[in-house]
């Protein structure tokens, strides 16, 4: 078997090098409302701990009642001047924002890195990824419109597309600062605020958009990024000044925002877990096949809900595949995240790290055999030590019944399962409950558009995996989600349409 290779150390910018040897702590307050940072009068302090040392890297305070309706009250008051802004004024600001991220790229992707633990390599286009999301609302906010329709006699109607209020962005720990402005941008190109609760894992970058958007142009409290877990989630929903609710994370959790938005009748969008298939025909390009599949697994050490887990390969090419996969695997180096050599970091916690292994000690029990991988990483920079490092796994003999094929691991492990027909293999992709994703692999491309079709979930990649270009919408189908993230669908979901009758002669009346 090849040996794991460990990153090892260049020169880093002097601030995260020294957040990354322990000697420095973040002290600023994390939380952010009406144009500033501030400090939360709540007594509770949870530790934040750097993923890829073990140490801890600041304290979460965490915003009770006082806070949240703070934070919320500046989001409605910057709620009126920003909505009646035309549509190419917002879009200056929202342009504005996106160039001054542009600018700090490096720091905030070297901040994310700090936060999550993922490669500097990905943290960086995370960083694009939010700033051309940004910039493609501001496109769109310049075209937001209504419609006229002609009636008899000279009576006409038209429609108005207005903004909801206040809304609502809770994120998740895996893209922290990407989500904090794929939640943001569409918001607040049709006119809305937002108060962002980030996850109490993740804290740290949140708060730098905020502050971008200030600098930006922003009204004070358009953007407002308030810090907690649960209970700090539950009173944002509650609120009564809150109009929407936009939610990535876990199915349990996206259950609890729904029930408590119903309370209110407030709509809202969930983007939720997957156990998506990846589908690998006999006649694919089998390095392309292989590419896919790591990039459907190991992004992001495997914390992507969209990742491709359960991954069909037809018996025919099976043993060649795997050959191939595990051998690229094999060659994936772990280690510091800040590294440039780096492809795979940290996960993002102790307890998750814990959670993902033993999930491939299930598996083994089960009878799926581990072909690469699984197994706790120790890099040989002492600094590191204390990081939260696996070796990614591969498992073998995978049958559909297993609980590695069934729940959704959230770590960089591939269960391979072979198939021998189409049909087979569909009605084998389709048994879940959720349908985040799913990806097909052949140069048949009537047979990729006939499958694509009856796949049930809302993102399908035809010959690739894992591409979010911010111009197309993304979200699931079944337990994995309602609405959508991006693309010009996404509109519709941070906006109300309003009709206007006009009468243009008398009124015809009954009485």
Known sequence: MLPWRPATAPALSAAVRCLSSGAVNITVPLNFWAGQRRISQENRKENVYEPATGRVLCHLEQCGEEEVGQAVTAAKSAFGPWSKMSGMERARIMIEAAYLIENRREEIAEMEVVNNGKSITEARLDVDSARLCIEYYAGLARTLAGQHVQLSGG??????????????????????????????????????????????????????????????????????????????????????????????????????????????????????????????????DLENAVRGALMANFLSQGQVCSNGTRVYVQKDILPEFVEEVVKRTHAITIGDPLLESTRMGALVNRPHLDKVLSFVEQAKKEGATVLCGGEPFVPSDPKLRGGYYMTPCVLGDCTDEMTCVKQEIFGPVMSVLSFKTEQEVLQRANNTTMGLAAGVFTRDMTRAHRLVEQLEAGSCFINNYNITPVEVPFGGFKMSGIGRENGQVTIEFYSQLKTVFVEMGDVDSLF
């Not at 893209?175 to 939640?183: D, E, H, T, V």
Request: proline fraction near 8%; hydrophobic fraction near 40%.
């Open 155 to 284: 009576s006409f109607a038209y429609t108005r597309r207005e903004p909801l209020g206040v809304c609502v962005g809770i994120g998740a720990w895996n893209y922290p600062f990407q989500i904090a402005a794929w939640k943001s941008a569409p918001a607040l190109a049709c006119g809305n605020s937002m108060v962002f609760k980030p996850s109490p894992v993740t804290p740290v970058t949140a708060v730098l958009l905020a502050e971008i958007y200030a600098k930006a142009g922003a009204p004070e409290g358009l953007f407002n990024v308030v810090q907690g877990g649960q209970e700090t989630g539950s009173l944002l929903c509650h609120h009564p000044d809150v109009a929407k609710v936009s939610f990535t994370g876990s199915v349990p959790t996206g259950q609890k925002i729904m029930e408590m938005a119903s309370k209110g009748i407030k709509p809202v969008t969930l983007e939720l877990g997957g156990k998506s298939p990846l589908i690998i025909f006999k006649d694919s």
